[in-house]
């Protein structure tokens, strides 16, 4: 089986494509911005324009528009295709980047959530999610954060602030690694992670 894998939740885009366990061949750039126009020129730059029999993508948390886009393209491609589109979390996938280079040692994922905030979320040696991902003031994140390996492009500020002896690994999400994550973390339910409230909201809401 082929899987494409796709995450742009983040400033970082990336795509892979794996044939079976094996990648074939990947993408992965730091953009900040422009990820609606460089996310399909990557696709289609692997082999047989990343061609598969089914498609992963991050559901987030991250950026609003990057989470979007990425569904956006992985849902046009599924139609296209007529294969399947699994989703997963983004942090789920740092936390198992974390465990390759740390095996079996629980790890709290913490990345840039916007406005001030970060974004935090705790796992199990096991890769199981032991809470919800949130997004939190940096001093209340410090606190939400139970293990001594701290993961996540937000890490080593994290440390810093809290003041702690921790083990911090500077971490952006990759889809070359996606097949590390288990099969508990992939879901047809398409619905984003937001991981906070939108940053506008309509008037009608606020009323």
């Known amino acids: 089986m082929k899987t494409l894998a796709i995450d742009c939740a983040t400033e970082a885009c990336s795509v892979a494509l794996f044939d079976g366990r094996m990648l074939v061949d990947g993408r992965f750039a730091i953009l900040g911005r422009g990820h609606a126009e460089r996310l399909v020129p990557m696709i289609a730059e692997l082999p047989d324009k990343g061609r598969a029999d089914r498609i992963l993508v991050s559901l987030g948390p991250g950026s609003f528009t990057g989470v979007r886009i990425g569904l956006a393209a992985a849902r046009a491609l599924g139609l296209a295709w007529r294969i399947a589109v699994l989703g997963y979390p983004t942090l789920a996938l740092v936390a198992a980047m974390a465990r390759a280079e740390r095996p079996g040692q629980p790890v709290s994922v913490c990345m840039n959530g916007g406005h001030g905030e970060f974004f935090v ?84 809401a606020r009323a």
């Open 121 to 204: 979320q705790n796992f199990g040696g096991d890769a199981s999610a032991q809470d919800a991902a949130r997004s939190l003031a940096p001093e209340a994140a410090g606190e939400a954060c139970r293990h001594h390996l701290v993961a996540g492009n937000r890490a080593a500020e994290l440390a810093r602030l809290t003041g702690g002896e921790r083990t911090t690994l500077d971490l952006l999400p990759d889809a070359r690694h996606c097949l590390a994550l288990g099969e508990d973390h992939l879901t047809r339910d398409l619905a984003p992670i937001y991981g906070r409230g939108p940053d506008a909201i309509p008037p009608k």
